[in-house]
C-alpha cells in the first residue's frame, strides 16, 4: 500500500529553518516528490529525489532515506511567502495531506 | 505558467447536472492525471491516462469518467452531480506514465448548488 504521512502543521519564524517530514511505506517505489501549495492555487514541483541522500536547490533541500521509508523538506532562510502547504508524494499518484507551514514574524 | 491549460476555471451548477472540465497538457506530455481536492482535503488522485489508454485508477465514482483523446487533450466528466461534488479539479501531466515530474493546471473550481 501507498501511506504517507507528515505532520498536518508547523510554525516557525522568519529567517529561521524548518524542516517538514515524511513518512511512506509503498512499493515499486520510483521516487519521493515534494510541492507547494498555496492556498487555492495548483500545487507547483519543488523536488524530486529517487536515490538516497541530500538534493540541495536554492534555500530548498529534500532528503531521502529509500531503507528507512523516510523523507524531509528543508527550507532555510524562511520567507513571508513560504507559507503554505507542502505535499509530499510517491509514485505520482498518491499525496500527502500537507503540511500546512505558517512563517511568522 | 505549468503549460498546463484548464478549463472552465469557475463552474456552478445544480445538483443532478452534469459538467465536462477539459485538459489540455503540456507540449510534449503523454501522460494526464486528474485530482480532486475538496476543501482543507488533500489532494485525491482520480484517474491517468497515458497516450490514450487509460493508465491506472484511483478513488473515482462510477458517476465520473474521463477519456483521452488523440490530440492528448483530456476531459473529465462529472454527472448527477452531488453537494459533495464540490471540489477544485486538478489536471496535470507528465512526459512519461511514471518516474518523471507531473506539472499541474490551475484547476477547475466546481461549486454545486
Redesign the interface.
Known amino acids: 500500500g501507498q501511506n504517507i504521512d507528515q505532520p498536518t502543521e508547523m510554525t516557525a519564524t522568519e529567517g529561521a529553518i524548518v524542516q517538514i517530514n515524511c513518512t511512506y511505506q509503498t512499493s515499486g517505489f520510483?521516487?519521493l516528490?515534494w510541492y507547494q501549495q498555496h492556498a487555492?492555487?495548483?500545487?507547483?514541483?519543488l523536488s524530486?529525489n529517487?536515490l538516497d541522500g541530500l538534493e540541495e536547490k536554492g534555500r530548498f533541500s529534500s532528503f531521502l532515506s529509500r531503507s528507512k521509508g523516510y523523507s524531509y523538506l528543508l527550507l532555510k532562510e524562511l520567507q513571508m511567502k513560504d507559507s503554505a502547504s507542502y505535499?509530499c508524494?510517491t509514485?505520482?499518484?498518491?499525496?500527502?495531506?500537507?503540511t500546512q507551514l505558517k512563517v511568522e514574524l | 505558467d505549468?503549460g498546463v491549460t484548464q478549463t472552465p476555471k469557475h463552474l456552478i451548477t445544480a445538483t443532478g447536472q452534469r459538467v465536462t472540465l477539459r485538459c489540455s497538457p503540456r507540449s510534449g506530455d503523454l501522460s494526464v492525471?486528474w485530482?480532486q481536492q475538496s476543501l482543507d482535503?488533500?489532494?485525491q488522485?482520480l484517474i491517468?491516462y497515458y497516450n490514450g489508454e487509460e493508465r491506472?485508477k484511483?478513488n473515482i465514482l462510477e458517476r465520473f469518467s474521463a477519456q483521452q483523446f488523440p490530440d492528448l487533450h483530456s476531459e473529465l466528466n462529472l454527472s448527477s452531480l452531488e453537494l459533495g461534488d464540490s471540489a477544485?479539479y486538478?489536471c496535470a501531466s507528465?512526459v512519461e506514465h511514471?518516474?518523471?515530474?507531473?506539472?499541474?493546471?490551475?484547476?477547475s473550481w466546481l461549486t454545486v448548488v
Open positions: 520510483n521516487g516528490f487555492g492555487e495548483a500545487p507547483t514541483f524530486y529517487v505535499l508524494a509514485g505520482k499518484l498518491t499525496f500527502g495531506t500537507g | 505549468s492525471y485530482y482535503q488533500g489532494l488522485f491517468q491506472a484511483g477544485l486538478f507528465s511514471s518516474g518523471n515530474t507531473i506539472y499541474f493546471g490551475e484547476g
